[in-house]
């Protein structure tokens, strides 16, 4: 597969997912190599820290004047506590509750636990159990916490929460939805503090982080999934991998599905797509948060502005000066037809439908993603010039390639000179009209067609050539309003007939990375003859020297010129393209 990725530049540092390196870090050995971290193994690291965060330390105890080393010390000091799904967490989001990473965390707990398999059975007892239930013809989610075996440590959770709230009549569980697990979380910290009584230092949470992802590294590359084995082989050692270790530190099961089959179509958009979109199921804001750096630090090609997080999240998107931030004019069409086709999992949205619905405000209870974002927190106010910029500026550089591409082609067999330049300089294609017919869109593509050409001149992009032939087939549906750009991007044999009379509509092939204007019957093509070898070439032509390539209407035996349209390349006459039915049979030349 042809993944061209964002490699990250050693900086005097081992070379890329040397394990051997990273664990003498981890294992702390004084050697010439331990100040030397692998620098990918670092970005991951210090991009999970920032987007994890680290917590819970203790609030400042009230009426005490707290000395500079009491604070320092406070304030980099943490506590267990419940995360927004029930899970005991400590330090910089790890889940006690899992055996590899308590495991890790055994060392480093303050005080050490005497009998550490004891305290992970114990733990994992106080894990809320997620379950989905109907209401009506609605499903939802409820957080249980079962009664635990010892019924001496069950009374006291359950005389803590009794307290301040209402008192439930079932003794042998707590049951609450999201919201209500929210609201008490605090109560069910201090419970879970008082109960697993340990501490973990920021310096210590640090290390654990290194250690957790050189673990992790070591189980992604020992999956048995080809598919997998082909991301990881694939993707670390780049800003690329960096996003996706976040993805798997955090939750394992998400580098599933839907990002091994976007891989397997080496489809980066998809990818993209999959992180910032469709893993956050629940519209978490905080996870949104999280997905959306990721996703930018993925990015949508490998120009795209990435930046280094060293030290802390604003940091992220700023800082990589070797990016242009342009996308190829290949990418660029692909990305169109995939923002277009159909998202399976959303009946009948497309991937671009669903990705304005979740930047709704429809998605998020009344806001926006940045919006709520900023108003959460004001440390968030930086990465709103990046990483939580809406789609329309993160699409942009899409939109600015194909206009480029669109100006040059408008330019090349335009003999009209002067309205040539005023052509281009007033041609502007906005995100909203690039369409893409596609087989899922062509029962209601017409009427969009003729609701946005009313408004001004439309590009559509066809990607198979069942396409063209729906096009044809409705063509006498489309309103002759302004005019309408028809890029083909799948095939060099075309049959135009039944087109020729819609002079509202221009036609383009895409070639060697450029989009090429097709000549037609409006186009001014001289008779003339022309030879290459032992070749010989007759008939309606022009020969574009830019491009090197010839457009020819042949002369038949009859005298009549052909309906077809050749496209020859001008330096070996070799047979680029045929452009079937462009013109009446014997049309003359206008």
């Known amino acids: 597969?042809?993944?061209?990725?964002?490699?990250?530049?050693?900086?005097?540092?081992?070379?890329?997912?040397?394990?051997?390196?990273?664990?003498?870090?981890?294992?702390?050995?004084?050697?010439?190599?331990?100040?030397?971290?692998?620098?990918?193994?670092?970005?991951?690291?210090?991009?999970?820290?920032?987007?994890?965060?680290?917590?819970?330390?203790?609030?400042?105890?009230?009426?005490?004047?707290?000395?500079?080393?009491?604070?320092?010390?406070?304030?980099?000091?943490?506590?267990?506590?419940?995360?927004?799904?029930?899970?005991?967490?400590?330090?910089?989001?790890?889940?006690?509750?899992?055996?590899?990473?308590?495991?890790?965390?055994?060392?480093?707990?303050?005080?050490?636990?005497?009998?550490?398999?004891?305290?992970?059975g114990q733990i994992q007892a106080l894990k809320f159990e997620k379950k989905e239930i109907k209401v009506g013809e609605k499903k939802k989610n409820i957080y249980v916490l079962n009664k635990i075996s010892n019924n001496e440590k069950w009374e006291k959770i359950t005389q803590e929460f009794h307290k301040n709230h209402q008192k439930k009549d079932n003794q042998e569980s707590l049951c609450f939805d999201k919201a209500e697990l929210g609201k008490n979380i605090e109560t069910f910290d201090s419970i879970l503090q008082s109960l697993f009584?340990?501490?973990?230092?920021?310096?210590?949470?640090?290390?654990?982080?290194?250690?957790?992802?050189?673990?992790?590294?070591?189980?992604?590359?020992?999956?048995?999934?080809?598919?997998?084995?082909?991301?990881?082989?694939?993707?670390?050692?780049?800003?690329?991998?960096?996003?996706?270790?976040?993805?798997?530190?955090?939750?394992?099961?998400?580098?599933?599905?839907?990002?091994?089959?976007?891989?397997?179509?080496?489809?980066?958009?998809k990818m993209w797509f999959e992180i910032r979109y469709n893993s956050n199921k629940g519209k978490d804001i905080g996870i949104a948060k999280r997905r959306f750096a990721e996703s930018n630090v993925f990015g949508l090609f490998k120009n795209t502005k990435r930046g280094e997080g060293y030290k802390n999240t604003a940091k992220w998107g700023f800082a990589d000066k070797e990016n242009t931030n342009t996308a190829g004019l290949k990418e660029t069409i692909r990305f169109f037809i995939s923002l277009h086709s159909k998202f399976e999992k959303e009946g009948k949205k497309s991937y671009f439908e669903y990705v304005k619905y979740y930047e709704s405000e429809k998605s998020f209870g009344g806001t926006t993603i940045p919006k709520k974002l900023a108003d959460e927190d004001e440390r968030n106010k930086p990465n709103l010039k990046h990483h939580f910029r809406p789609h329309t500026e993160v699409f942009s550089p899409f939109v600015k390639t194909f206009n480029e591409a669109m100006k040059e082609a408008i330019g090349q067999t335009n003999q009209e000179a002067n309205n040539s330049n005023n052509q281009q300089q007033e041609l502007k294609f906005t995100l909203e009209n690039i369409l893409v017919i596609t087989k899922d869109n062509c029962t209601s593509i017409i009427e969009t067609i003729n609701?946005?050409?009313?408004?001004?001149?439309?590009?559509?992009?066809?990607?198979?050539?069942?396409?063209?032939?729906?096009?044809?087939?409705?063509?006498?549906?489309?309103?002759?309003?302004?005019?309408?750009?028809?890029?083909?991007?799948?095939?060099?044999?075309?049959?135009?007939?039944?087109?020729?009379?819609?002079?509202?509509?221009?036609?383009?092939?895409?070639?060697?990375?450029?989009?090429?204007?097709?000549?037609?019957?409006?186009?001014?093509?001289?008779?003339?003859?022309?030879?290459?070898?032992?070749?010989?070439?007759?008939?309606?032509?022009?020969?574009?020297?830019?491009?090197?390539?010839?457009?020819?209407?042949?002369?038949?035996?009859?005298?009549?010129?052909?309906?077809?349209?050749?496209?020859?390349?001008?330096?070996?006459?070799?047979?680029?393209?045929?452009?079937y039915n462009l013109r009446s049979e014997g049309e003359n030349n206008a």
């Open 1 to 120: 597969m042809n993944w061209n990725v964002k490699k990250i530049e050693e900086k005097n540092t081992p070379k890329f997912l040397s394990f051997e390196v990273i664990k003498r870090v981890i294992d702390n050995k004084e050697d010439k190599e331990t100040k030397k971290e692998n620098e990918f193994s670092y970005q991951a690291r210090m991009f999970i820290k920032d987007f994890e965060g680290f917590s819970k330390t203790k609030d400042k105890p009230k009426n005490h004047q707290e000395e500079p080393q009491e604070k320092q010390k406070r304030e980099n000091t943490a506590y267990a506590y419940y995360d927004s799904e029930g899970i005991p967490t400590i330090g910089y989001g790890f889940n006690l509750t899992d055996f590899s990473v308590f495991e890790i965390l055994k060392d480093y707990l303050h005080p050490k636990p005497n009998n550490w398999g004891k305290e992970l």
């Open 197 to 269: 009584p340990y501490t973990l230092s920021r310096d210590l949470s640090e290390k654990s982080i290194a250690t957790l992802l050189y673990k992790k590294i070591k189980t992604i590359t020992n999956a048995n999934e080809a598919t997998r084995e082909g991301i990881v082989k694939t993707f670390l050692g780049s800003s690329e991998g960096v996003a996706l270790l976040s993805l798997y530190y955090n939750n394992p099961t998400i580098i599933g599905r839907g990002l091994r089959e976007a891989y397997e179509e080496n489809n980066r958009f």
């Open 451 to 579: 609701e946005k050409s009313a408004k001004g001149e439309l590009a559509i992009i066809l990607e198979k050539g069942y396409d063209l032939g729906f096009l044809k087939y409705q063509n006498q549906k489309i309103e002759k309003n302004n005019p309408l750009h028809i890029i083909l991007s799948f095939d060099n044999h075309i049959d135009c007939s039944g087109f020729i009379n819609s002079n509202n509509m221009t036609f383009y092939i895409l070639k060697d990375d450029k989009i090429i204007k097709l000549c037609g019957s409006k186009n001014p093509l001289k008779s003339q003859e022309i030879s290459f070898q032992d070749t010989t070439l007759k008939g309606l032509m022009q020969i574009n020297k830019d491009e090197g390539i010839i457009y020819c209407f042949k002369e038949q035996a009859n005298g009549k010129f052909s309906p077809n349209l050749s496209i020859y390349c001008k330096d070996t006459f070799e047979l680029i393209a045929t452009i």
